[in-house]
C-alpha cells in the first residue's frame, strides 16, 4: 500500500488532468471587462473617441467607454 502523501499526489495529478480550469485562471466578468478596457486604452495611447480611439477599437460609442470607465474606476495615469 502506498503512503498517505503519495495517494494524495496522484489525487491532485488526477484532478490537475482533468481539464478543467484552475481556480486561480477564473476571473470575474467585471475583472475581464477591465483589463480588456485597459489593454485597448493602452494600445490607443489613451485616446478614447476617434477614428483611431479605445471606443472605435472596442466597438462602442464613447460615452459607453466613458461610462464604463467610470464604473471600473479606470482613470488615466
Given at each position: 500500500m502506498k503512503n498517505p502523501i503519495e495517494i494524495?499526489?496522484?489525487k491532485l495529478k488526477r484532478y490537475?488532468?482533468?481539464g478543467k480550469?484552475?481556480?486561480e485562471e477564473i476571473t470575474t466578468l467585471?475583472?475581464?471587462e477591465k483589463s480588456y478596457i485597459l489593454k485597448a486604452l493602452e494600445f490607443t495611447?489613451?485616446?478614447i473617441s476617434?477614428?483611431?480611439g479605445a471606443a472605435k477599437l472596442l466597438g462602442i460609442k464613447r460615452t459607453t467607454?466613458?461610462?464604463r470607465?467610470?464604473?471600473l474606476n479606470i482613470q488615466r495615469p
Open positions: 494524495l499526489i496522484l490537475r488532468n482533468t480550469p484552475q481556480k467585471e475583472e475581464n495611447n489613451w485616446k476617434g477614428e483611431r467607454l466613458e461610462s470607465m467610470k464604473k
